[in-house]
């Protein structure tokens, strides 16, 4: 309730006794009452400070009229008001040094009323002297449990209004009289426009009036100073909390000219004084409610790699946006070739974090084959019986590959990684396809096969190549595997130059009970089997080479693999003008070739699995203050954050807290393709979030025990979800949901969910 002197607007209650000319006078007072309990309220005001002629004096000055105090009942709570007859003061002839009393008499209508002045609670007897303005304000047990309208897709914008709505420091300072702290000339805001709106708007929620809130003019100030939020799209309520807190922010900031402080290099000095000099500057740019209530700072640590130099830094912060570690894993099955004919392929399952990269996928895979550490694995995504892409970029996230995809990953010397190679893709008569037609139909095999091209290509060296390719999987050499006849070590040729493979020389059986992968193919099959070298090196001759030969026709490609170009003769010497990075050949199998291979690998590649499903009671959790430290671990910086052309480690430290520290939990993932969400439970404490031990500053600070009172939820994924927001009303006591315009009161123990997506925690 207001209580103040100024011209009749045409609302309120007024004191219907005129005293203006009487020499007792009017006070131009500004008061903000607030009671605890139904009560009578006295108010003493000093009238020495106050003569008669120096209030008619500031009336002619202002050129308003003398009116008697005017009394506005903002709140809704009193239905009663009475007034002493302020003319009898003056005719008793009070001394001016005595002091005048106005009673306010207040009836609580229903909720008992909570005073709160200055943050501390008062008795109902206040003593305010007539030129004090108090800056308190009174909030009831049922204010602030008003809903916000979605105004189409709203709810984001709703979540995050609430969540600040029932921030203390913020009630306090936009009950007060923020106006007169509206910056109207920094460039960086809008004019105090969307100050002045979000004041309004709270205001609109801290009153009696149980009827749903419908923030028009706030959505069109806040699509004024960040126009991704107009119209009425789907958005992310941490994103709008940071504009929305940048704009406050700016609106409000008291620092009219920013003075430009340049940051001194440390030089040796102890961390405490560069961070105090750090945000000594900081303030010197920027000084709002915003940022004594929500800016921290934190220390940023980068080290050289090489030469081990180290650059600190102490940087400010508004929140934490915590990344969510998750335990869930993907099952996804690959097929292994080699390329140089020495192995069989094997097709293994191996299991990576639900939303890890390729670098995660082909690390469990080296572990599941074997890998020797002289190998790189190529691995490449197969459709159509082509190669459609090559999985080359480590950061990439495995959500990228859908569970119907097939991959397959082809072992390769380092030496040629970056060597050109030959892609086989090949065709073969179908006999199980003939139907009414005696002629068998051509049919392409499902899996391509690679190798490293040499310096010098002709018909014969690529013929010879995808011969070597195809030993593995001759009739012959299979049954004497399996007779054990094929047990001697024999060095495999190098498919380059002929001398022996310095690839891994003796892979045992596969066994991998306790590895992250397991094979789907025999013990004996993923053991060497090495081809003769007199195949490649112009040694002794086979005997079945020149019908194996005829039992294959080789057709070019062009680069993308599609269009078949011209026959490739066994004795074309000079075959390519110049040798591309990727080589693409057809090869056609004559019917003869069938009966002498065993294709079943070559023939069909297995799918990547399905997500495997969590069992019940296993759900994917974890700790708030495993959040903190994966957020605080050192790592390394990404290839576009080099520091001086260097892969820098970076190690950042907690240094100085908020009063309110708002936690953002990054759930959310992006990629050019896809957009993935973390459902992962992240258990987080609402009554003592103890982050001593994550302070680098030792020395004396404020407490830094927090307790939670506010959260903004997502519910639903990437297409289509819905934000809530549950806050602990403290004049009510308890836990509240607030969904749009529904406002209902919820336990404590339920507030704790997956949807829980950015925390809001004030100081203890």
Known sequence: MSLFSRQNSGFGLQNKHSFAGDSAGAYPLVLRISVRETSILTLKISKKDNPVENYKRANKIFNVDSQPVHVWDFSGQTNLILMNEWNKLHHDCCPADQENLLEVQVYAMSDSLTSKIGGTNKENSLDLDAHSYNRSFGRAGSMGLIGLENLGNTCFMNSSIQCLAHTPMLVDYFLGDYTR?????????????????????????????RKPVAPHNFKEKIACFAPQFSGFNQHDSQELLAFLLDGLHEDLNQVKCKPYEEAKDASGRPDEEVADEYWSNHLARNDSVIVDTCHGQYKSTLTCPTCSKRSVTFDPFMYLSLPVPSTAKRAMTVTVFSTDGSREPCSYDVNVPKFGTLSDLVQALSIACLLGDDEILLVAEVYNNCILRYLEEPSDSVSLLRDGDKLAAYRLPKKYEKSPLV??????????????NLTPQKKEFEAPLLAVLPERVNGLSLHNIYLKLLNPFQLSKRASSLNG???????????????????????????????????????????????????????????????RVEDFEFYLRNERGDVQQQKIEINELDLLETIPSRLHVNVHWQQNASIQYAASMLNSLPEINKLELTPKGTEDSVALHGCLEAFLKEEPLGPE???????????????????????????FSYTQFTRNKLETFVDFPTT???????????????????????ISNHYGNMGGGHYTASIYHEEGKGWYKFDDDCVTPISENSIKTPAAYVLFYRRQ
């Open 181 to 209: 702290n509206i910056n109207r000339t920094n460039p960086l805001g809008l004019n105090g426009e969307l100050a002045l709106a979000f004041g309004e708007l709270l205001r609109s929620l801290w009153t009696t009036d």
């Open 688 to 710: 003592d979030l103890d982050l001593s031990s994550y302070i680098a500053d030792k020395s004396e600070q404020p407490s830094s025990h927090y307790c939670l009172y506010a």
């Open 423 to 436: 892609i086989f893709t090949h065709q073969h008569f179908d006999e199980h396809s003939t139907g009414d």
């Open 641 to 667: 954050d080099m520091w001086k052309h260097q892969q820098a480690m970076k190690k950042l430290d907690l240094w100085r807290l908020p009063e309110v520290l708002v936690i953002h939990l990054k759930r």
């Open 485 to 547: 006849s094929a047990g001697s070590n024999v060095d495999s040729a190098d498919l380059m130059d002929g001398t022996p493979s310095d690839s891994g020389s003796n892979f045992q059986d596969i066994q991998l009970e306790d590895d992250p992968g397991s094979s789907k193919c025999s013990t004996n099959e993923c053991e060497i089997t090495n081809a003769p070298d007199e195949l490649y090196d112009g040694g002794a001759a086979d005997p079945n080479k020149e019908r």
